[in-house]
């Protein structure tokens, strides 16, 4: 289950978005490769904690490996994973001015210059695939409330305790936490927020 607390854009803010108020995740914890070996070997696996932990480390260094060649890696049912670029904005593949032409690099472009380095930077994108696409998650996922902020809803609504609180408490987990995750992802606004439409930070 996913808990959700509510963030509200500062009244002050210059953005059209002041005074609104978003669903965001809380995060629970942060998982390692070695708590995840820890985890796996508890699902009564013949592997060894140890021995998991080797395979996952020489797996993610793998996929680095085969990234940096220009493949992609296809993680079924979890994510593709593949280099992209942000690019510099050429005016020409060769200035005769300078005599400089197009480069196969990395690097800022100077001012003024109508041509040099292609790329600004290499990036990692993962790209969600099978059940981690956003319409299975949206399937699969259930949505909560954290307690702080049941508290708060029902603040809102004049409750603070008794039959009617958590009658609030619990219509805003129903209808707030589905509308508000929606709000969220869809507008991306602040820490925790959805994509916002940048499909190289962001999985599908």
Do not use: P
């Amino acid at each position: 289950m996913i808990e959700l607390y509510l963030s509200k854009v500062s009244e002050t803010s210059q953005s059209e978005l002041a005074g609104k108020i978003y669903a965001r995740v809380d995060y629970k914890q942060e998982l390692s490769i070695e708590d995840m070996a820890h985890h796996m070997a508890e699902h009564n696996t013949s592997f060894s904690e140890g021995t998991i932990t080797g395979i996952l480390i020489d797996f993610v260094k793998c996929i680095r490996e085969q990234v940096l060649m220009g493949n992609t890696v296809k993680i079924r049912n979890l994510a593709i994973f593949k280099a992209t670029v942000e690019a510099n904005a050429l005016e020409t593949l060769y200035d005769a001015r300078v005599d400089k032409m197009a480069q196969a690099s990395i690097g800022a472009l100077a001012e003024g210059a109508k041509t040099g380095a292609a790329v600004r930077t290499i990036k990692l994108l993962a790209q969600s695939t099978g059940e981690f696409t956003r319409d299975e998650l949206n399937k699969d996922v259930k949505l909560a409330w954290t307690d702080k902020t049941k508290a708060e809803i029902a603040a809102a609504k004049g409750t603070t305790s008794g039959e009617s609180g958590n009658s609030g408490s619990n219509s805003g987990t129903q209808n707030g936490g589905q509308n508000g995750g929606n709000t969220g992802g869809n507008t991306g606004g602040g820490d925790n927020g959805g994509g916002g439409g940048d499909d190289d930070d962001n999985m599908n």
